[in-house]
């Protein structure tokens, strides 16, 4: 599930040989400008074209939707005068982080989401953006087509604080978006683990455990990607080069405190999945001890009366000493007689054992 | 068990528009009016009435019992100049913080209580509460009844030190009454695990499995609440705005020293829940084995016996090369015989093994 | 095991409603009065009576045996001037902690000692105790009986270090009693455990489980303790009010080491009580192991041998073609030859898998 | 796997008696002399010889390829004024570290790969460079071969970052050689661990646990030497004697943010394979479980019938009490029926079991 | 294995009531009095004889060998002024640590050594050592025979460093020799324990998992004692009275990182033993699990067989529903053919089972 991608060994950052990456569409280009009293959107068909189109006097915000295209990255990067280094951060899997640029701030988050289409399944993408006075600019993988789609009806809607406020909250709604989508997939796992956990008990098969490692699995690069976040909104908050406003600070705060909250909860959640492993487990064995328990049972029941049945279909004869049994008048009344007192001797044994 | 309220991913803190909140009967306000020499308490109709009784030269506590009308927090926060944040905080899942307010500190806690009416069962809800100079205002959910009743017992009676001091001593009151209600958890926490680990040794069952999964989800909740509201106490400690009295103070060292011998109880009931599980896996192994050395000791006893009775059932005949011992005189006496020596040899080769 | 003694939620500190607190005897109070030349030991009737024999130009040390009147505390209380903080602090279950008093310094420890009628049982017991410039004064839960004996001895005598110097070093020597207790326990524990996993590995019952847990909780209670005993040694190693001179601390960083390495152990016992756990289970499977590949033996081998058997036992006839073996001359040693040779056969695959 | 080198115990470093070093084919030793505009690579015979050829007024880097030979070690220590302990470090198994020499810096690094002709073995060694003013000089052990290759092909290029800067970066490069090195080891555990988990849930096999505990092992030693990395890094990065230049630095800064993502990696697929032992043995439970049903299912259908034909087998006779069954009309297809029934009973009694 | 010697609880230091110790021989002293260009050794008859031959304008290096006699301990600590808490630190069990004496260092370290005799058996003892200005005295266990020989030969020699330099680089020397005596150690359980994973995975037995658990209990016990030396070299290092010369930092330095490596491999190794008892566990499941295999196909493949067997034994007869079959012209071939159908059956439904 962890997809990396990297440059290969040995090249230059500025080389962007990237291993791992996909060839895909080109991408998508949406640049929005607004201020307290305007708004408007347009479809670009380069990156150029976005560059071109922007209003230094007002809010710009450019989003590229998929990643394949790298010449993109690089006419942004070369506009806005990113080094090598963070256009190769931009194509490549990092850790959440923020870094200061010449005129502005860049940073990387992972964003979570529940995949619509197949149960279950959670989609961790890398979002990429960096801001200044008067722009934001944000990478996102292809696949993911709508997680911004709230953000820019609230942008649309005159009178909201977002487009009272600059780049610096527009960046903070971005943010908190992203910290926002962690809490359903929590909640979905929460139940589904829930619904694990009794089937577990009652009925252990192949497909929970699968079910149950997928989880963990999914908790533990949730978790990657929740722990660095927490630093970067903390360092965001405490940012000194005036990029970003006091009333944003106190959003960032809230977001802040989020993301504490959902390490809390993956925590907990993978405590509990390590927890359901022994639980799956132990109601296995207990299973298995149960099965067990009747078999021994039948066995222990019925091999002596079989021996005994078998003694009696022997074949000894011409000797009064073989089997006298056999010729004895109530010799079969008497074999049903030991056979029933065998049974009652193993149920008192099997009894006080408590295996029955 | 973790349910969580959160606002849609995407939306405004100040939009409200909040997911996992369950709607329910409007709140019961209690206002209590108290200074060193008088007590009121009034059952108010809505927010705006419990503001228009309060009394700002005594001290006032207004009490929310129940979550659901979201208007009412609304008119409250409007009239004590909530941020939306905080009011956002107050209706979703937060974790225990501490916030400096204009005029007052907000707080939010974890409580946890025994269900009178469920065996075993454990609640853990939000208490909100915010005081200033004159008032504090608590926020309950709907279904805890009785949390603060003790309080106001103790408020109603004259010549305590509730009555002599301000707010802050109050919410003192309030945390000290939320942390206390922990201990008859753990209490029954650690009597119940100490059945258990009984029940798991002498007959594991699947219910003791599910009792103890059940337990290890409580602690990991209880837990979860526990460490940050130790934080939040050393916080409101150190609180420097001088809301908090020197006197005030010293209580809450005392409050935060318990929350820190409670969170080291829960670890170490962590630390044997888990114990606990292997426990329970041993014993499953335990009994199989135990099962498995009967089974097999009937099987090896009965298995060369019945072969050997099948094998004088044969009817081999017309030949004096064909079964001569059974028309031998001996024949049956000696079947017998080597019956017991087979017996026998089981017996000692057991013994030795010690299996018997 | 952990036994919880706590105020009732809600109620206040002063009014001492304290659950979990049995009723007992009334305490048993010493009063010891001493300097470097004279030393004086006396049985006191109640608090009062030992308050009013107190010498202020010597040293006295006031020991309270058995906690069940809480009257005696209250009058100690008063008179020393102690908060209801730290009264309530003396008769509930308190981690170990230390705390400036206006006058002197209240320490709290966790004392641990082997059971000496039950063997393997561990008792901990919770030590207040406080000391000013003349006096210290100790509290004891009653059913210890002797855990300061041999302090009293050393006081007795002349010319011990410990009538040379003041309440302090009394203080020291008492803590260091109480740190000394550990070693024992431990010892006891170590070998126990040596004990415990020879058996586990030779012949697991399910008694070698239940002291295996039984020293996991032991384990657990005594590190509770210990942990921040340690902290109580810095703090008063540190203190800064000149109520311990310099003598006095170098011996405290003495104790303040060994409980260190009473941690070390501590968390190795721990550890090897986990792993001691797993070779239980271990122990258990591979003797299940073992039982199984005896049935699988047993059962292989005869299972075809009855079959043969059998078959020979069948009735048909009236026909060339029904069971002509049966009046074959050699077909009795004929059935035998084959029986060995299917045995030969499973002799040798099961020496093949490594079996036999 | 962890092959240790190490001074014989008791012996003076400068003595240089190595224990598990292997003796081997002499060093292959390259020197490189560039500057900005020209490139010079030369094989050299001998350590002296490389030392001869080098030009102080140029950047120079020695590559030592193969350590089997002290003397060549020895050579270059005396020249570039080593202390015998840096000696000893360069040939003996050490941690990742930076250590300041008289007018440079000494570092050794964790070099990982995997082996291009055994699928899924993984090579750790150990890199030691040092570098000053004018010159690199680094140090592999003789097996690998091309680490350094590609960095050779971009120093061979004109105009590249590395041809611009100094040793500094050199060094630099070399570290992000050694860091990115660790991707593609990490994708193929990665995509290995989950071939294991598929196999371990479908069809457990002895050569499965072998392969997920060597990546246990792989893992271990991959975090062993990553871990002290970072903090190389992060040293490298604060070093104060002005020989990494400020642009050097920016560059150092991201290989520490890929190594700090290395670890996260390292620690989630450590996590991973412990969950994937717990899953092999579930998994394997499991299997033992569905044999044992069927086991249990056949045994408990024909024991019964078993006995029940051995019953009829049995030879009692004359007596009007002895098995009167034989010679009634219906006795043989009552027989059957009985047979029928006990099947049929047997069905229902698991079905309710659920284990059919 | 943790051997524990402690003072009787609640006696004096001074009084030296030691617990756990054992008598034996008198202690070997010998004394070493060399500078730069003279060296010579005695063996002396005691502790007062050794300090009336020491030599004040040379170095002096006391080692005593055997700790028996409390006497020898008690002389040397009266000559070189120790404080009664030193000296119980020399007779009982200590952490690693340093203390300042007024006019030297003293030290204590924990000492790892392979058994010569007993293959896998490892030694741990204490080693004390306290040094001034002119002299080095050493406390080493009577056991330990050789542990210094190294040193002593090394400083036989003239011209080595140990020579040049004063007892601040002897102590040095002694405690590098300490720390090296770890690699072997590590490198025989290292060696053992990958012997140990075979024998696990090939045919695990229940001396493997005793040997498994032998070396948990040594690294837990090796690392108790190497965590806190790496303290003391760090202590060390920093000392700042003047008594470790700059020469001897920079090699104590070495020290440092050598034991921050043995850290690392024993965190190491303790996960991979804990590794280990999983794999050990799954191999027996493994093996468990194979042999129920053929046992339940052995078992379902003549029940029925045997069933059919039986049934054909049946003695039914004087009507013609009575067993026809037996009469049949093909009735006993017919009966081959249902058991190989049967066979046939059985064959199929395990090899969709994948169990053959």
Redesign the interface.
């Known amino acids: ?2 997809k ?1 991608t ?9 080389a962007l040989q990237i ?2 990456c996909t060839k895909g569409a080109p991408p998508k280009i949406t640049l929005c400008t607004y201020d307290i009293s305007t708004f408007e959107e347009v479809m670009c068909d380069d990156a150029s074209d976005a560059i071109r189109r922007m209003d230094p006097s007002k809010n710009n915000w450019i989003d590229i939707n998929g990643l394949a295209d790298i010449e993109t990255v690089r006419v942004l990067g070369t506009h806005f005068n990113l ?1 090598p ?1 963070v256009i ?2 931009i194509l490549t ?3 959440p ?1 923020m870094e200061h640029l010449d005129e502005g701030i860049f940073l990387i988050t992972s964003m979570v989401r529940t995949n619509k289409e197949k149960e279950g399944e959670v989609e961790i993408e890398q979002l990429s953006l960096f801001f200044g006075k008067t722009y934001v600019v944000t990478f996102q993988p292809e696949q993911s087509r709508d997680s ?4 820019r ?2 942008l649309r809607m005159e009178g ?3 487009r009272k406020y600059g780049p610096d909250f527009l960046t903070y ?1 971005l943010l908190d ?1 992203v910290v ?2 962690y ?2 997939v ?2 979905m796992i ?1 139940d589904d683990t ?1 619904l694990i ?1 009794e089937a577990l ?1 009652e ?4 497909n929970t ?2 079910d149950l ?1 997928h989880y ?2 999914v908790l ?2 949730m978790r ?1 990607g929740a722990w ?1 976040q927490r630093e970067v909104f903390s360092h965001l908050m405490h940012e000194e080069k005036g990029l970003v406003c006091d009333q944003t600070r ?2 960032l705060r ?1 977001c802040y ?1 989020h993301i ?2 959902i390490i ?2 993956i925590e ?1 959640y993978r ?2 999945t ?23 049972l ?3 029941f ?6 005994l ?11 009064p ?3 006298p ?9 008497a ?1 049903w007689i030991a056979a029933l007192l065998i049974c009652l001797g193993m149920f008192i044994f099997f009894r006080r ?3 029955l």
């Open positions: 599930m962890i990396l990297y440059l290969k060994p040995g090249t230059s950052p500025s291993e791992g080094s280094l190769e951060d899997s990092q850790r982080k911004f789609d709230e953000v009806r609230r909201t604080l977002i709604t978006t926002d989508h809490f359903p929590l909640e929460g829930e956990e008990v009925r252990p098969s192949r455990l699968k490692f963990k699995r533990l690069e990657r660095p106190t959003y809230d405190e504490t909250q809390d909860i907990n405590d509990l390590t927890g359901l492993m022994d639980v799956y487990h132990s109601s296995l064995s207990f299973r298995t001890n149960e099965i067990m328990r009747v078999l021994t039948v066995s222990t019925f091999m002596p009366l079989t021996f049945a078998g003694v009696y279909g022997m074949n000894f004869h011409d000797s000493y073989n089997m049994e056999l010729t004895c008048r109530y010799g079969y009344p074999f054992k408590k295996w």
